[in-house]
């Protein structure tokens, strides 16, 4: 299997401008993790679904940030309008269930100037 | 809520020295799982081991070994000859099993920086 594999590896984009990050899970895993990390706070959960089902956003930072999972092996992460403070390595992980680890992507480098 | 604590900031030893990272964890579940993850300077994060709740019998896996204590809710990660490779930030994390509001939620303690200098 490929692992999960997220796009782009990096991205530049100007202050309000719309961000979509994406996130292809590994074939046949039930559960989608979104992270971001940065160095004041480490590795923070923004999102975590289950069979597509959004269980815990409360890790969300506010109303610009919103995730979808249209299908059971893709998801998007979208920022509008991003903010130089949105500036982080976003993650994705899969896993085949709760009691499983998860796999991780290679991450986003985001950086809104 | 759970919770993953990890005192040490950051490490710093000289090759071949032992080293012992620390995990400390609170859960209201009963059931639950426990992992290390690393992060080596490219940036990915790589599974390293899993242990379940029920299973306190501590591995050894070449240089690394792990000792897990529910008494004492810690999980901690120690390498032995350290070499320069294992320079890297090392996350303890924490799922519940249970049918809690957590539901199967993956929750990262804040990293260990290491640094093997040779």
């Known amino acids: 299997d490929a692992g999960v594999i997220q796009s782009p590896r990096h991205e530049v984009t100007e202050m309000g401008q719309e961000v979509t990050l994406r996130c292809k899970l590994i074939?046949?895993?039930?559960?989608l993790f979104w992270y971001r990390q940065t160095m004041m706070r480490g590795l923070e959960l923004l999102i975590y679904?289950?069979?597509?089902?959004?269980?815990?956003d409360s890790g969300m930072p506010e109303d610009r940030f919103s995730a979808k999972m249209p299908n059971a092996s893709f998801s998007t992460l979208k920022i509008q309008p991003s903010e130089p403070r949105d500036s982080a390595v976003y993650f994705c992980?899969?896993?085949?269930?709760?009691?499983?680890?998860?796999?991780f992507g290679q991450g986003t480098r985001l950086t809104v100037v | 809520a759970q919770k993953v604590t990890q005192a040490q900031t950051e490490i710093s030893v000289v090759e071949k020295e032992d080293v012992t990272l620390d995990c400390v964890y609170e859960?209201?579940?009963?059931?639950?799982?426990l992992f290390w993850y690393k992060q080596p300077p490219s940036g990915e994060l790589v599974f390293l081991i899993r242990?379940?709740?029920?299973?306190?019998q501590n591995e050894i896996s070449g240089r690394y070994s792990w000792n897990f204590q529910k008494s004492t809710s810690s999980f901690n990660f120690t390498i032995t000859a350290s070499q320069v490779v294992d320079s890297a930030v090392y996350f303890c994390?924490?799922?519940?099993?249970?049918?809690?509001?957590?539901?199967?939620?993956?929750?990262f303690g804040q990293g260990t920086i290491l640094t093997v200098h040779p």
């Open positions: 992980a899969s896993r085949l269930d709760r009691g499983v680890e998860a796999f």
């Open positions: 074939s046949g895993h039930n559960s």
């Open positions: 679904f289950n069979n597509n089902v959004p269980i815990d």
């Open positions: 859960t209201r579940d009963t059931t639950y799982y």
């Open positions: 242990r379940n709740s029920f299973d306190e």
């Open positions: 994390a924490l799922s519940e099993r249970g049918g809690g509001t957590s539901y199967g939620k993956l929750t």
